[in-house]
């Protein structure tokens, strides 16, 4: 079965840290590019970042460049995202998203069940 | 880039549910659709303007022309309540932009 499985979510007071983690399944991590996005409580969805199939050309939303990190460690078929310098609206439910292979437009074929992260003091 | 969509569509069982999504020149852009259900995570209904993905029923479809896409269900049912996003790649930026979404209540 094809699946992603998000990882390491929690309650963070803010200026702290996460390292969030996305599990593949089912298919060869090393052939999608993949994309990170971001749900606030009762808001829609915000594109957080991309990362090609290499690692070594990344993307971010102006809302968390710089404080954000995404990397990828093909050979255990995973994907990760740092959060640093967090703050209360960073709160929400984290996705990641697999990228339909060899297409310009991005569509997001196949999504994680999403991972938790509420930062507050 | 900013994609518009309307907040809310209202329809009744058995009708047409017309959701829109605005953006400037948005032809030129290829537009996805996702349909998120309360508490679920989002599934590609609609990619490149008007390509249904295996499995989606074809009363949803949807069309993309000048600075506006489209997206149709018909035989609306009590099911497809839920919140729809439409979703650009802006070359220009490198980014994805997402929709605002649009909730769809069936009366």
């Known amino acids: 079965d094809v699946q992603l499985v998000e990882s390491g979510g929690d309650l963070v007071q803010p200026g702290g840290s996460l390292r969030l983690s996305c599990a593949a399944s089912g298919f060869i991590l090393s052939a999608y590019e993949m994309h990170w996005v971001r749900q606030a409580p009762g808001k829609g969805l915000e594109w957080i970042g991309h990362?090609?199939?290499?690692?070594?050309?990344?993307h971010y939303a102006h809302s968390v460049e710089g404080r954000f990190s995404i990397s990828r460690d093909n050979a255990k078929n995973s994907l990760f995202l740092q959060l640093n310098s967090l703050r209360a609206e960073d709160t929400g439910l984290y996705y990641c998203?697999?990228?339909?292979?060899?297409?310009?437009?991005?569509?997001?074929?196949?999504w994680g069940p999403g991972t938790v992260v509420v930062v507050s003091s | 880039y900013v994609l518009t969509q309307p907040p809310t569509v209202t329809v009744a069982p058995g009708k047409t549910a017309t959701i829109t999504c605005g953006g400037d020149?948005?032809?030129?852009?290829?537009v996805q659709w996702y349909q998120q259900k309360a508490g679920q995570a989002p599934v590609l209904v609609i990619s490149?303007?008007?390509d249904r993905p295996s499995g989606i029923p074809e009363r949803i479809s949807a069309s993309n022309s000048g600075n506006t896409a489209t997206l149709s269900i018909s035989g609306v049912e009590a099911g497809d309540e839920a919140d729809y996003y439409c979703?650009?790649?802006?070359?220009?930026?490198?980014?994805?932009?997402f929709g605002g979404g649009t909730k769809l209540t069936v009366l």
């Open positions: 979703q650009v790649w802006d070359s220009g930026s490198d980014h994805v932009v």
């Open positions: 998203a697999r990228e339909i292979a060899s297409t310009y437009y991005v569509p997001f074929d196949i």
């Open positions: 490149n303007d008007k």
């Open positions: 020149d948005l032809e030129s852009n290829s």
């Open positions: 990362i090609n199939l290499g690692g070594d050309i990344v």
